[in-house]
């Protein structure tokens, strides 16, 4: 079973819009959690880094929380543009090892 | 430079052929990684190098080769491959391994085996 589960699968918003991408996670110990955003066959961005301690972090008009109690994490992508078309990807790091959720692919249409 | 290169950016071979797949990194990170990725789906670790030393060996088939010349360059050596084994390669490097430092990814290679 995956221990990093990501949803919606995909979703589709308009040019403009806000969107929010939830990762749940079952990794421990927990060390960090990542969000990363790839585009079609290219290698994935790191966006944004959380540790234990921290609840939120920006990045421009991307903006990741964190609640290290309940093992939830979202991002959230404010005035969506065209170029935000890809997936995105929850890494949650334990000890040593990198565990991926599947990502959430967004489509922005105009 | 935050950049991680990877050459060749597609490569279509035979299940006989030999070829390889090349990273390169010059950020000073000692730790770098093999990914294999297929559609829809998210990486797979296939090996870690740190130091320059094979750390991680995630079970990987013996047709998958990695080397690791010197520290800024890391190879991963194809022979008798498979054509499941058509997939994104992804290449990616850290400060140090382990899963405190982000691991800056390259831009893969789309290989496709016939």
């Known amino acids: 079973k995956n221990q990093v589960e990501q949803s919606p699968q995909s979703l589709i918003i308009l040019e403009g819009k806000n969107c929010t991408l939830q990762?749940?996670?079952?990794?421990?110990?927990?060390?960090?959690l990542r969000w990363y955003k790839q585009d079609t066959g290219r290698g994935p961005v790191s966006l944004t880094i959380?540790?234990?301690?921290?609840n939120t972090k920006s990045n421009g008009r991307y903006t990741a929380t964190l609640d290290a109690d309940t093992k939830q994490s979202s991002l959230h992508i404010t005035a969506s543009q065209l170029s935000d078309s890809a997936s995105y990807i929850c890494?949650?790091?334990?000890?040593?090892?990198?565990?991926f959720g599947a990502g959430t692919t967004v489509t922005v249409r105009a | 430079d935050t950049e991680v290169t990877q050459t060749p950016k597609h490569l279509v071979m035979g299940m006989t052929n030999k070829k390889s797949l090349k990273c390169e990194q010059h950020m000073g990170h000692r730790a770098m990684y093999w990914y294999k990725q297929k559609a829809k789906k998210p990486p797979e670790l296939m090996f870690v190098?740190?130091?320059?030393?094979?750390?991680i060996n995630e079970s990987v088939p013996s047709r998958f080769s990695p080397e690791c010349p010197n520290s800024s360059l890391l190879n991963l050596h194809l022979h008798a491959l498979q054509p499941e084994d058509s997939a994104l390669y992804l290449c990616?490097?850290?400060?140090?391994?382990?899963?405190?430092?982000?691991?800056?990814f390259g831009p893969g290679t789309r290989l496709t085996v016939l």
């Open positions: 990762c749940n996670y079952t990794v421990s110990p927990f060390s960090n």
């Open positions: 190098y740190s130091y320059e030393k094979l750390s």
């Open positions: 959380m540790t234990f301690s921290e």
């Open positions: 890494v949650v790091s334990a000890v040593y090892k990198l565990s």
């Open positions: 990616a490097s850290s400060q140090v391994s382990g899963t405190t430092d982000t691991q800056y």
